[in-house]
């Protein structure tokens, strides 16, 4: 059964502190991706990967890095958090990059309220 | 400019009826398509897909049509079922797209018993 897990479901930070969000996949994917949800604007995509050590900005980087240094994992970095980083956030992976028929198979979600 | 549109934020049906939640999309090479179901606290999961070289394709109680022509897709849920209530995703790919999924803002389906 296919499956990726995030580190934590629920996460409470304070203003301008660093937060790590960790995501891990068992299926051997090339491809993962960051994405935020917000209520109205739907999924928005942060970052993604194609391969270990490659990375590529989405929709709205700003606020973010990422780091993937091994296959299986993909890490979301919040410099210095804020309050408008408040949200949703989902890890997804995806087993090819050059097919468009490319199911993303999500986690479970980080709920982050920075305070 | 989405290229992914939802324009209905939410939907209430009765139970045992039809859901049609509607998507409609701008750009013309996208060639596949694909509808996520999201509960509350949880990550959208799969629910169902068609490529751009078929117009309808079925599983259970879902059924999604293509339009190719009027760059609109639908997801029908017949019947409706309490547990269909969510958030629904539609989703494309292709066309530029870098292999990536382009996702409308989603439409909440709630089924009243």
């Known amino acids: 059964d296919v499956k990726v897990t995030q580190s934590s479901r629920y996460l409470v930070k304070r203003t301008g502190e660093k937060v790590f969000l960790e995501c891990v996949q068992d299926m051997d994917h090339e491809n993962m991706f960051w994405y935020r949800q917000d209520p109205g604007l739907g999924l928005r995509l942060i970052y993604f990967s194609y391969d270990v050590k490659m990375k590529e900005k989405g929709d709205i980087p700003e606020g973010y890095s990422v780091s993937r240094e091994k296959k299986e994992r993909f890490s979301l970095i919040l410099e210095s958090a804020s309050t408008n980083q408040t949200s949703m956030y989902l890890c997804a992976s995806s087993l090819v990059s050059d097919s468009p028929y490319n199911e993303q198979f999500f986690g479970p979600g980080t709920r982050l309220t920075v305070l | ?113």
């Open chain 2, 1 to 113: 400019d989405q290229q992914v549109k939802q324009n209905s934020p939410s939907l209430s049906v009765q139970e045992g009826r039809i859901s049609i939640l509607n998507c409609d999309y701008t750009n013309s090479m996208f060639d596949y398509f694909l509808w996520y179901k999201k509960y509350p606290a949880e990550g959208p999961t799969f629910l169902i897909s068609i490529s751009s070289i078929k117009d309808k394709n079925e599983d259970g109680r879902f059924t999604v049509f293509l339009n190719k022509s009027a760059k609109h897709l639908s997801l029908h849920i017949v019947p409706s079922q309490p547990g269909d209530s969510a958030v629904y995703f539609c989703a494309a790919s292709g066309g530029g797209s870098q292999g990536n999924l382009i996702f409308g803002k989603g439409t909440k389906l709630s089924v009243k018993p």
